[in-house]
């Protein structure tokens, strides 16, 4: 059953190639980051795929390196999602899989959960079983699955799927913002240049989803980052939130790596400890505003902070 599964379901280590993904990338230490990222991604969601039993798939991901362990149960979230979706008479395992060993990866999980949507066609039907706040990353899962393998239509012809509809929009063009930063080989003068090329109303959710990844994948330096700063004004507060939520992200799995502490000083100004604290601030009394869910006035609390 489980080389069925593989069979049927398994993604090809070429497919996260940059050469195979066409992706712009001249600097060999940051194509070895991005597939790294995706190595781990694909190893994490075979592990699952193979076989979801829980002591075995935590011992699995555990042989992952730390730094990109994240990616690893991304990709398990996207396995178990996936599971759920095509067996939807018993799918309750992913919410199983968030509330046991996935606990302290719940970001990475649902934005993995995404993926899995973006493969099915009846997908977004999966988003009421999940949290009322975090379903939103996994539409953010959905939009870099979207930049990531289908960029051509995704990126440069700015499609977006029909059933992204209302709020979810801006939840996917954040996905779609961290995708640049694969697709454009973390270089800010690319990122930038593509930026501009969507309608100006997309352009604070596509900045968010660019610090996001600048501070969760990394793999730049210090003057890469500065210049990253430099070109996304006026949109620098969008930049810091993402970079605060993958600091975050990275603190709540307690797989914090210098290039998010980074990130956080150079772009949010401030230590990662800091700036995923200011997440932490922003969910007191957290509630949906005007026609806007609890998530966006999330975003938007973080991103006052940093104007």
Known sequence: ?????????????????CSTRGFDVTNPKIKAN?????????????????????????????????DFQGFAYEGAGMAIALLDLLTPWRANKLNSFIKGIGNQHTYMIHVGAGW????????????????????????????????????????TEQQ???????????????GLGRSLWFVKGANPSLITITIQTFPQARHADLWSGVGLAAGYAGGVNQTILES???????????????????????????????????????????????????TDTALHDLVAGNNIPAYEVWRQRIQQHFI
């Open 116 to 155: 899995a949507m973006a493969k099915i066609p009846w997908g977004m039907s999966y988003l009421h079983t999940m949290d009322p706040l975090l379903r939103w990353l996994a539409i953010d899962g959905y939009g870099f699955h979207q930049g990531y393998f289908h960029w051509p239509i995704s990126v």
């Open 34 to 66: 991005i597939e790294m990222v995706g190595e781990s991604f694909t190893a994490g969601y075979h592990a699952a795929l193979i076989d979801a039993n829980h002591p075995q798939l935590q011992q699995n991901l555990a042989t992952i390196n730390k």
């Open 1 to 17: 059953m489980p080389s069925i599964k593989k069979l049927l379901f398994g993604i090809s280590p070429k497919e996260t190639l």
């Open 228 to 278: 990253l700063l430099g070109f996304s004004a006026p949109y620098q507060a969008q930049l810091a939130q993402g970079v605060a939520f993958a600091a975050k992200t990275r603190l709540r799995a307690e797989n914090l790596v210098m290039h998010t502490e980074l990130a956080c000083q150079v772009i949010c100004d401030m230590s990662a400890t800091a700036a995923a604290q200011i």
């Open 160 to 174: 977006v799927p029909h059933a992204i509809k209302g709020y979810a929009k801006h939840a996917f063009d954040q």
